[in-house]
């Protein structure tokens, strides 16, 4: 890997400019500068170790499942990149533009990496792909197929549009689920604080006067003694059982069990089925309006869809494919997906809209999951309640019970 030099430099305009270049040795560092016009004012190699420093809490947590950026941020990113394609700004001046907004703070660095390779003579696609980790793999593939097409604009366009549909569907479902993980929420404090704090307040009375209490009140008091005296090596506990699950997700055979388990759980695997269809539908609906071919596409599918047993079964389509088999035949052996969607294949395929009808299946399933998450929220709020209700009203019935005994005594 060449060294990297962090370079503070003033442009034409005077403006001051800092960032990172990679190259062999200073004087190739001082030569980039010179091809993109800016003067240098200061110009420092940065250690390796010292290099990698800032790469590691990424890389950290996109190891834990998480992304440094959202829909919503790549949403924005392309309509605001297309909209200044189309006013006749170059790709630079776009990229320049783009990481000073506010609004996608979160991909300024990334944005102005790109900007400085594109600099130094990359294409954009290049560009982007040298930090594929930081970019959607749909995304890049798609400029790729821009660039070469000249209709780089348009690509955006179809690019943002992708990625509201998916912000929208992510909000629909993250608002149906708000209040039933309010209420859950809610409940875990009260009880926290009753078992904590009530419960060994009435202890103590009912010791004093030497009563016997009721079973269940014996249990609950015992639990709240091991809350209070044992909470460390509890929390403890807990934090080891969760790293080493957060561990065993990221090897082969945990992904995959993880991966199975969200395909069948009860009730809510139905809706994580539908919500991989209708993603799949739209990546492949999106590339091959693009102009990317089938086998490319649904290769690039299925290194997009976040679901290893899906993956698979995508790439054997993909193979499938290749040998000269129909997409709607050979999706029907995955038996994840409806049977909607190889026979809407089958009617793209004949008709030769195969774009379309993907589109089509991916509006219908995502309506699809907003309504099934609505009346499954409009249903669990009510349980909830009832469940909540109980338990509560089991607490307080395990307090007053002893204290009518002691009433009775007196």
């Known amino acids: 890997m060449s060294p990297q030099f962090r370079f503070i430099a003033r442009n034409w305009q005077g403006e001051k400019v800092s960032s990172v270049l990679s190259a062999a040795n200073r004087n190739d560092a001082l030569g980039l500068l010179n091809i993109s016009n800016l003067v240098p004012i200061n110009l420092k190699e940065i250690s390796e170790s010292r290099s990698q420093l800032p790469d590691i809490m990424p890389k950290l947590l996109q190891r834990l499942g998480f992304k440094s950026y959202s ?53 954009l696609a290049d560009a982007l792909r040298s930090r594929q980790d930081n970019f959607p793999v749909i995304m890049v593939n798609m400029v790729e ?11 955006m366009e179809r690019m943002a549009d992708h990625f509201e549909k998916q912000h929208d569907l992510q909000e629909k479902i993250r608002s149906a689920t708000l209040y039933p993980i309010f209420i859950i929420g809610i409940a875990i404090v009260v009880v926290a604080v009753m078992v904590v704090f009530v419960l060994p307040q009435f202890a103590q009375i009912f010791n004093s006067i030497g009563m016997e209490m009721p079973f269940y009140t014996r249990v609950l008091l015992s639990f709240s003694k091991l809350l209070r005296e044992q909470w460390l090596i509890l929390l403890l ?9 957060t561990w065993y997700k990221q090897t082969v055979k945990g992904r995959q069990i993880f991966d199975l388990i969200r ?15 209708a993603r799949f539908s739209r990546i492949l609906g999106t590339l091959l309006a693009g102009g ?32 000269g088999e129909t997409i709607a035949d050979t999706l029907q052996t995955i038996k994840y997906f409806p ?72």
């Open 71 to 123: 829909s919503r941020d790549m949403m924005i990113f392309c309509r605001q990149f297309a909209t200044m394609l189309q006013a006749g700004l170059s790709i630079l001046h776009c990229l320049k533009v783009l990481y000073r907004q506010k609004e996608i703070s979160v991909l300024n660095k990334r944005i102005k990496a790109v900007a400085l390779e594109i600099e130094q003579g990359s294409s």
């Open 339 to 410: 049977p909607l969607l190889s026979e809407m294949a089958r009617i793209g395929e004949e008709t030769g809209t195969l774009e379309k009808t993907l589109h089509g299946t991916a509006i219908f399933y995502e309506r699809e999951v907003t309504y099934f998450v609505e009346r499954l929220s409009t249903i669990l709020e009510p349980v909830l309640l009832l469940l909540v209700g109980l338990f509560i009203g089991f607490l307080v019935f395990s307090i007053l019970s002893p204290m009518y005994q002691v009433f009775q005594m007196i």
């Open 292 to 323: 990317v071919t089938l086998c490319a596409s649904l290769e690039l599918a299925d290194k997009a869809i976040d679901n290893v047993i899906i993956s698979k079964l995508i790439h054997q389509v993909g193979t499938s494919v290749n040998r």
């Open 263 to 277: 395909l069948h759980f009860p009730l809510f695997g139905r809706i994580y089925r539908q919500a991989l269809t």
């Open 237 to 245: 506990f807990s934090s080891m059982v969760a790293a080493a699950l």
């Open 145 to 155: 197929v821009g660039e070469t097409g000249g209709t780089l604009d348009s690509v």
